[in-house]
Nanobody, 124 residues
């Protein structure tokens, strides 16, 4: 059974850093485009970052592109999101997602597999 399990979310002060991890199982990890999304209650799920199958191409939401880094280790079946200089507006439930097809879309509906989410809370 396919499983994506996020970890690393914490309560941190503005300006701090966190690294989120997403461990995948039950799939051929290197065949999947992986992404991070985030969601605040009452708002739409928002694209944050994505990384290609081999890790050679990345895509970022404009508001995080100078602060966050997405990476993957296919030998460990894990995708990461390094978050630096965190801001209160980064507070959200962060989800890991995967899709088999390498299409050019940021829509959450294009991702077939999702983790349960990990909470990031940034205080000011």
């Amino acid at each position: 059974q396919v499983q994506l399990v996020e970890s690393g979310g914490e309560l941190v002060q503005a300006g701090g850093s966190l690294r989120l991890s997403c461990a995948a199982s039950g799939l051929t990890f290197s065949a999947y485009v992986m992404a991070w999304f985030r969601q605040v209650p009452g708002k739409e799920r928002e694209f944050v970052a994505a990384i290609s199958r081999a890790g050679g191409t990345t895509d970022y939401l404009d508001s995080v592109k100078d602060r966050f880094i997405i990476s993957r280790d296919n030998a460990k079946n894990t995708v990461y999101l390094q978050m630096n200089n965190l801001k209160p507006e980064d507070t959200a439930l962060y989800y890991c997602a995967g899709r088999l097809t390498a299409i050019t879309s940021r829509r959450s509906a294009t991702y077939s597999y999702w983790g349960q989410g990990t909470q990031v809370t940034v205080t000011s």
